[in-house]
């Protein structure tokens, strides 16, 4: 049974910075791709950037510039580290896993609000 667990959510200003980490029960380097999606109230899940394991990236048009995806293999952890918030980044940011089929976390919450 693979488990991904996220943590590092929470509410902070406009213009403030938080770090997402996921961590993985199994060696990250396993999944062909890992990535992290959100979903807003009343809105679908979107992507929100993935990472290969051959180390290719991509990020939604909204939030390039701003935030940045990352692995670290030696502690089977996923981060995404997010810059410049903004109210619109608001929501529940899950952590997946690609390996034949989709792994996902439980969630966490950021708030992006004065």
């Known amino acids: 049974q693979v488990q991904l667990v996220e943590s590092g959510g929470g509410l902070v200003q406009p213009g403030g910075s938080l770090r997402l980490s996921c961590a993985a029960s199994?060696?990250?380097?396993?999944?062909?791709?890992m990535g992290w999606y959100r979903q807003a109230p009343g809105k679908q899940r979107e992507l929100v950037a993935d990472?290969?394991?051959?180390?290719?990236?991509r990020y939604a048009d909204s939030v390039k510039g701003r935030f940045t995806i990352s692995r670290d293999s030696t502690e089977n952890t996923l981060y995404l580290q997010m810059n410049a918030l903004k109210p619109e980044d608001t929501g529940v940011y899950y952590c997946?896993?690609?390996?034949?089929?989709?792994?996902w976390g439980q969630g966490t919450q950021v708030t992006v609000s004065s």
């Open positions: 199994r060696s990250i380097s396993w999944f062909y791709a």
């Open positions: 997946n896993g690609q390996y034949g089929t989709n792994y």
């Open positions: 990472v290969t394991s051959g180390g290719s990236t």
